[in-house]
């Protein structure tokens, strides 16, 4: 079966309305679709359970009773749902201690929205908190009694991605299912939001052979956990409307949740990485620059500068790669296929290495380590 994209309807979706948490102007949300729904506690607090495991690898949550209804009532989402001519499958779901993952598939037109799929599961939700556990639980009725409800207030209800691409809802399905590794880290590891001596970025190459990259890197090494990833590189020679359109079409990409990657070298880079920082979209950037340097006394009491600052916790990378990494045979050959005069000491072979870095965080299959 085709999915979303490959039919005439992908001609309907547009950009994204950002002040509704990624609805989609124009998109059929009556229709067949590709759907990843992230769902707030109020408060975020943990009422659905609890975060065990000895490592990252065997991190899982140990639901509550509460937990554990509200994952029968998502994965009952398909039952309840025939019943009013939907044809929807459940594709994943993790429940986290604060928050839920799920991603579903709409197989036919529904006579409803998808939207009013998720606000009945909400409403079964809360209705279940109030008849078997509101009575005596102390400790969440604060956050409760502010407005009768379990879950986190928005005026949008919900944060929601539409997949469109074939393929892409498989990365939403394994990003959803890795929330608790990630989690794990998180908690075990406060000190991975601080500079980074040695990040390691290791994936396989053209040629089938493993490829280890190190850098120093500063903010929110989670970025590169992200299912979704753009490359901003553009030509210095595009025209106001050609940096327009770009722009247009990485802003659409950053709403669908896609981190934006870049060395914001040339002006029109630069353009587009400001309007994405502005609009709080994550970036992870290369940095051509560089930290000062290493074990100095200006790297111990370095902040990003700017804008920068505040969001280097949570929606911003810093990068830098290391020497090795700049000689490293792929990245080299990559650059003299476009410049082949150009001097490993020179600014035209550290810009080019940079792009090429850029290109292959935002597009190869990869881990990360410390």
């Known amino acids: 079966m085709n999915h979303p994209s490959e039919s005439p309807d992908r001609t309907l979706w547009r950009a994204t309305d950002t002040t509704r948490h990624h609805r989609e102007n124009l998109w059929n949300y009556k229709g067949r679709g590709f759907y990843h729904f992230t769902l707030n506690v109020e408060g975020r607090y943990p009422l659905f359970g609890r ?26 989402i398909p039952m309840h749902q025939a019943q009013r001519g939907c044809t929807i499958r459940v594709l994943a779901l993790c429940v986290m201690p604060d928050h839920l993952h799920g991603v579903l598939r709409v197989v036919e037109p529904m006579p409803k929205s998808v939207g009013e799929v998720i606000r009945g599961f909400k409403s079964a939700c809360t209705s279940l908190y109030k008849r078997e556990f509101a009575e005596g639980d102390t400790a969440f009725r604060p956050f409760f009694m502010r407005h009768q409800s379990i879950w986190e207030f928005m005026h949008a209800g919900y944060h929601e991605r539409i997949m469109h691409r074939t393929g ?23 000190n991975l939001f601080c500079m980074r001596h040695q990040l390691s970025l290791r994936f396989t190459n053209e040629e089938g052979q493993m490829v280890d ?88 009491f370095y902040k990003p500068g700017g804008v920068y600052f505040d969001a280097c916790a949570a929606r911003l990378l810093l990068l830098e790669p290391n020497k090795p990494t700049f000689a490293d045979k792929d990245i080299s050959a990559a650059v003299y296929r476009r410049s082949p005069q150009a001097p490993p000491e020179s600014l035209r072979y550290q810009f080019l290495a940079l792009n090429r870095i850029a290109w292959v965080i935002a597009n190869a299959k990869g881990t990360w380590g410390l």
Not at 51 to 76: C, K, N, Y
């Open 213 to 300: 990259w190190r850098f120093r890197a500063l903010g929110n090494l989670f970025l590169l956990d992200a299912p979704l990833k753009q490359e901003i590189q553009c030509s210095r020679s595009l025209d106001e409307a050609q940096l327009r359109d770009y722009l247009t079409s990485k802003e659409e990409q950053a709403c669908q949740g896609a981190v934006s990657v870049s060395a914001a070298i040339s002006q029109g880079e630069k353009v587009v990485c400001r309007r994405l920082r502005e609009a709080h979209h994550p970036l992870v950037i290369l940095l051509k620059d560089g930290f000062p340097a290493e074990h100095s006394p200006h790297e111990r």
């Open 51 to 76: 975060l065990e495991g000895d490592s990252a690898e065997e991190a899982h949550i140990v639901l509550s009773a509460l937990g554990e209804g509200v994952a029968r009532l998502f994965r009952g």
């Open 168 to 190: 892409q809802y498989k990365n939403m399905v394994a990003y959803a299912l890795d929330n608790p590794r990630r989690l794990w880290l998180k908690t075990r590891h406060p």
